[in-house]
């Protein structure tokens, strides 16, 4: 028995060609259209959130970062020599001047000669005074010499004297025994060997006084004399000092006189500059001047290359809302300086390692430290954050914002205030 197929049941059916098409465009359609609403849900979403709308090429951002954080402050700094000494007149007289501004010298080297009659007046004098007191010592010498002779003289013959009155008294003491004397004369001989003791006596007593007086006068004469030599050394230092030289080596800088002027004393004659040791001489700003402090390391820089340096010197004193200070380099001086040159100089105030930290922007002025606008998906959300210290070119963040964190550091006073604003492209 055979089975049948339902081929017999089949009909044939026309399909319209135009409906299937349309049918294809209608999907392709669907599907694009929902492509664009999910590509465009999220930015309108966005929209829908902002308060207020900025291109994102009128902004600038900056990543928030951690590492090393240096406080600083960048000044303009006029290169001075640190020894400039200038030349005084020792006296009163007339300048004889031995170079002219600009010349090189050594130190030693005689610059200058005064002419000073009144000073070579008053050396010749006080060595006279000297030379005479040295006489009277000599004379005083001479004159204890012959005391002391006299003196040993009558001591000697008081001695004689004594001896004498001795023997007589011995004589008197054995004739008196014997009966061979008066009482009167033995008497005699006892008084005459008193008087010749008490002479003797006083004999010896003067010699010592008349030496010790001797004694005394030469020493004063001596002190006289000692006196009198060290004011003729330095009225010869005076006049050798007539001779100036220069006190360091460097160049003659200006003249303070013209040649042949007479000047008085302590008058200043010319400024000689100390090429070979150079300072910097920095202008700070008044509002810096209290974190500043002697010891500070500086870097300068000079034909592209960085110098250390330290802060030796700070004015303590405010002009014109700076406070003056110089800096020294501490190893290598550059070799190419000029005086009066002009040099940046970068005082570190503070330096702290691992800190949070943004590049620095006009956003601190905008919002004084208390805000930034944190950037996520396009959008800029306002975020309260504070601030630590500040560099030249960083910021230190202490809250408010982490590692990785994108902020606008431009200003932020076209946002007016809005809490989120849509960076567009």
Do not use: C
């Amino acid at each position: 028995m055979s089975i049948k197929d339902t081929s017999a049941q089949d009909s044939k059916i026309n399909v319209n060609k135009s409906s299937k098409k349309r049918w294809v465009i209608i999907s392709i359609v669907t599907i694009l259209l929902a492509s664009i609403i999910w590509q465009v849900a999220p930015s309108a979403s966005r929209w829908s959130k902002a308060e207020h709308s900025i291109s994102l090429d009128r902004v600038r951002l900056a990543t928030i970062t951690k590492g090393d954080f240096t406080r600083d402050i960048s000044v303009l700094g006029r290169v001075v020599a640190a020894v400039s000494p200038t030349v005084y007149s020792p006296a009163d007289g007339t300048i004889t001047l031995m170079i002219e501004a600009g010349h090189e010298v050594k130190q030693g080297q005689i610059i200058a000669k005064l002419e000073s009659p009144e000073l070579n007046s008053r050396l010749s004098q006080q060595q006279a005074s000297l030379e005479s007191l040295q006489s009277s010592f000599h004379r005083q010498n001479i004159q204890a010499k012959k005391q002391r002779l006299i003196d040993q003289k009558a001591v000697d013959l008081a001695n004689v004297k004594l001896v004498t009155a001795k023997r007589e008294k011995r004589r008197a003491d054995l004739g008196y025994d014997k009966n061979a004397i008066s009482q009167i004369d033995y008497e005699k001989a006892q008084d005459e060997l008193e008087q010749a003791n008490l002479q003797h006596k006083h004999a010896v007593q003067d010699a010592a006084l008349n030496i010790e007086s001797l004694d005394f006068d030469g020493q004063s004469l001596q002190l006289d004399i000692r006196r009198q030599t060290l004011l003729v050394k330095e009225l010869q230092r005076q006049v050798d000092g007539l001779n100036i030289a220069s006190p360091v080596n460097g160049i003659v800088g200006n003249l303070s006189t013209a040649n042949k002027t007479f000047l008085s004393k302590n008058q200043a004659i010319l400024t000689i500059v100390d090429l070979s040791q150079f300072e910097v001489e920095i202008e700070i700003p008044e509002s810096y001047a209290d974190d500043l402090a002697i010891g500070m390391e500086v870097n300068i820089q000079f034909e592209q290359q960085p110098f250390r340096a330290r802060l030796v010197t700070i004015s303590p004193e405010i002009l014109n809302n700076q406070v003056t200070g110089r800096v020294r380099f501490i190893n290598d001086i550059p070799k190419k300086l000029r005086q009066n040159q002009r040099l940046n100089t970068q005082i570190i105030l503070e330096y702290k390692a691992d800190v949070l930290q943004v590049q620095r922007g006009q956003f601190l002025e905008s919002s004084g430290g208390r805000f930034a606008y944190k950037v996520s998906n396009g959008l800029a959300a306002k975020t309260a954050i504070t601030t630590g210290a500040r560099s030249l070119s960083h910021v230190e963040i202490l809250q408010g914002l982490n590692v990785g964190d994108q902020i606008i550091i431009s200003g932020t006073d076209t946002f007016n205030d809005a809490t989120q604003v849509l960076l567009s492209e």
